[in-house]
């Protein structure tokens, strides 16, 4: 099968608004010289010259950027080079509304347990699915988990996952995002949709607890992935995979926000996930921190592991949001113990770090101002980081050579910590230049990328089509709204080994339903690109 030859000259598919810093990146040596022309007129409107030539590695090809940030007028564009041009964008104040609406709705149309209604969902409509009570695995106890999103393209709950969703969610709130009107059951309610979306799961993931011990299933699937099948059409016996340190210290931290946000529209529920988080911090807190150790699989389970050997992020997470939440004595004094040299940084589903970094920089930092300034630095180092290796990939991002699993969720991390980083900063001009790149890290994600793809369905000029999902494989169309994974330079799926042989890192993606290690979706990697965009919608 022929790998499709992308596109030369690319820029974000969706457009930028009037005042953003805009860039196109052409994939040529020799070609200098740009012109922005007006779609609807073929009149030239601007004339540029690309910069330096970049060496890229990771795609293979001498890359160059121009800087179209002056076209400020509103309209319909591309631009050409020689005999490349780009697909058309948009420059437009509202050029993201419709898109941040269904990224926003994709988690309400991945909910599970409930009817998602035909008003709303269209043909993605389905009734209660996945209401049967689970087994916990290696008893004949049974418990009800209704309730919560589909983690991705299969049906699974899995609770590290649902945490990092829950928590972009709730960091985008903070910052601002209050908006009620984009169209899930709730809207119009009075309380923000986000917050409204991250019930759901937090709803979900209260009765993931063992009330007797106050540890955190893993997650509930399957023992095995479902067919391709719809949702409703699941029906094989669900399982509560083992409790979990990972889950647990998550638990106890998406809880804890919950308490501190909640608590203005609704007194009980608030006091209720917080009841929770502290009765799930005695499990973690049990004087035998030396032998907690990562999630693996039992060996009748295959489906996500989700498997993390390095639990002390997610623990010290947990500890710095009790304490934030209650400004307890007791937390802040666990906040020490469990600060560990060595964290894992990063906002994934596995390295919690900088969640508990950030959080830790709104607390009241007296007496453990060392581990408050530790975190500072540790954001602002990284933001550096991406700067650097962001100025040489000739896209704005700070993917070198090694493209992983999920690798759109990256780009989006790295936005998110941008933005943080812009946050804390205190110098002005470093923040500015830290939001500017926040906001490329968009651009490449709706199509300034070596690919040319729009990587969010339903958008774009070219934008995936057959994505791993099995609701939109079952039906034959792609759900909107939905960020695939994107490039994997590790090819983990079977048509990614056997198509993607001799594909440079960057280009090692495919739009086939097969390829899940490139093309599914996650609620997850949607969550990230909704706390980006909540800053630039
Ligand atoms: O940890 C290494 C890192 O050291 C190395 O630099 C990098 C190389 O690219 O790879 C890293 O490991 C990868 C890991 O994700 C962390 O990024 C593994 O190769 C990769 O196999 C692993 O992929 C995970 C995948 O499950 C398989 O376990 C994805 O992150 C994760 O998003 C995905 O999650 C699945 C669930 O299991 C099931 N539901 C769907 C969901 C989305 O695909
Ligand atoms: O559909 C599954 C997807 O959600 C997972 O990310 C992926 C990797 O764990 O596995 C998918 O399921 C496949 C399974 O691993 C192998 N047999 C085919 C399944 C569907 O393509
Ligand atoms: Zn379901």
Known sequence: EAVPVPPRMNTSQIGYKTEDKKTVTIASEKINTFYVINAETGEEVYQGKYNDPIDSKATGNILRQGDFSEVK?????????????TYEFTIDDDVYKDLYKDVVKMLYLQRCGCEVTKEIAGDFAHGPCHTQVAKVFGTDEEKDVSGGWHDAGDYGRYVVAGA????????????????????IPESGNGVPDLLDEARYELEWMLKMQDEKSGGVYHKVTGLGFPDTVLAVDETQELYLAPISYAATGDFVAVMSDASRLYEKYDKDFAAKCLAAAEKAWTY??????????????PKEIVTGEYSDGKISDEQFWGAVSLYRATKDEKYKKAVRDFYKENLQMGLGWADMGTYAFYAL?????????????????????????????????????ALDTDYPWGSNMSVANDGMLLMMAAEINGSDDSADKYMELAKKQLDYLLGNNALGYCFVTGYGTVSPIHPHHRPSQVLGKSMKGMLVGGPNSNREDTYAQAVLKDIPPALCYADNEQAYSLNEIAIYWNSPLICLMSAFK
């Not at 007028?73 to 041009?85: A, N, V």
């Not at 101002?369 to 550096?384: S, T």
């Open 73 to 85: 007028t509103k309209g319909r564009y591309y631009i050409q080079s020689g005999d490349y041009k």
């Open 164 to 183: 990092k969703t829950i928590e972009d969610l709730l960091i985008a709130y903070e910052n601002g995002e209050e908006a009620d009107d984009y169209g």
């Open 361 to 397: 920089l709104k607390t009241d930092p007296d007496d453990i101002e060392d581990i408050v300034e530790k975190g500072r630095e540790a954001i602002l180092m990284r933001a550096e980081e991406i700067y650097q290796l962001a100025s040489q990939s000739g896209f704005n991002v």
């Open 284 to 297: 973690i807190d049990d004087g035998k921190l030396e032998k907690h150790r990562g999630y693996t699989n």
